[in-house]
C-alpha cells in the first residue's frame, strides 16, 4: 500500500470513529467498533456491537466471540491481529434492545460506511457473513429462503464466502436441531481460514 492510500484509509478510519450519524437513535451514544486493514486476508462480517462489546470497544468479546474464534479455529492473538482478519459488522454502533433481543444495525451505516471501507480491502481471500442482515448484504439470496435454508446450502457460495448462523448463545438450540453445521461446516471453515492465513 503506497503512503497516499495509506493516508486515505486512515481518514477514512478517523471519520469512522468520530461518526455520529444515529446518534439520536442510540441508546447508549454511538461508538463504533470494527477492526479493518488493508493487508487483511479474512472478512468476518457480523450483525452489529452488542452491548458487552459497546462496553469494551473490543468486537466480538463476548460469549459469541468465544464460539465464534473455535468455529474459525483460532486463539484470540489471531483473531484480534488486524493485519490478517477484518471485523466489519453491518452496523459498528449497538442499536439496542428490542423485544426479541437487540434491534437491526442502523441502516444509515452500511450505507456510509460499507462500500469506502471494502474497497480498501483488495486482499481478502476469505469472507464469512455471520447471520441473516451480513448474509443478505454479501450474498443477496431470495428473500424468501430462511436462514436455515440458506446456510444448508454453504456450498453454494464457496469459496469466497460461507455463511454463518449467528454464534449467539440463543442459537445454541438451532445448532443442536442442526448438527450438520459443526460437523461440515466448521472443518471447511477451519480449513478456509488456516490457508487463508497462511498455516
Known amino acids: 500500500m503506497t503512503t497516499a492510500d495509506s493516508s486515505v484509509f486512515a481518514r477514512l478510519r478517523s471519520d469512522i470513529d468520530s461518526c455520529d450519524l444515529c446518534r439520536e437513535h ?8 470494527l477492526q479493518a486493514h488493508p493487508s487483511a486476508r479474512i472478512l468476518i462480517v457480523g450483525q452489529a456491537p ?54 437491526p444495525p442502523r441502516h444509515e451505516c452500511a450505507k456510509t460506511w460499507r462500500s469506502p471501507l471494502l474497497s480498501h480491502l483488495q486482499h ?10 451480513a448474509i443478505d448484504w454479501h450474498l443477496q439470496p431470495n428473500k424468501a429462503s430462511t436462514l436455515t435454508e440458506i446456510v444448508r446450502g454453504w456450498k453454494d457460495y464457496t469459496p469466497a464466502v460461507v455463511p454463518l448462523p449467528h454464534p449467539s448463545p440463543r442459537n445454541t438450540r438451532w445448532l443442536q436441531r442442526n448438527p450438520w453445521v459443526k460437523a461440515e461446516i466448521v472443518p471447511y471453515l477451519q480449513q478456509r481460514v488456516k490457508s487463508a492465513l497462511g498455516n
Request: aromatic share 10%; net charge neutral; hydrophobic share 35%.
Open 26 to 33: 442510540l441508546p447508549l451514544g454511538p461508538r463504533p467498533v
Open 50 to 103: 452488542g452491548s458487552a462489546v459497546h462496553k469494551t470497544g473490543i468486537p466480538f468479546n463476548d460469549p459469541s466471540g468465544d464460539r465464534l474464534r473455535r468455529w474459525l479455529g483460532v486463539n484470540e492473538t489471531i483473531f484480534y491481529d488486524e493485519q490478517h482478519i477484518a471485523l466489519v459488522p453491518m452496523g459498528f454502533c449497538y442499536p439496542g434492545r428490542g423485544n426479541g433481543g437487540d434491534l
Open 124 to 133: 481478502i481471500e476469505l469472507t464469512i457473513a455471520v447471520g441473516r442482515y
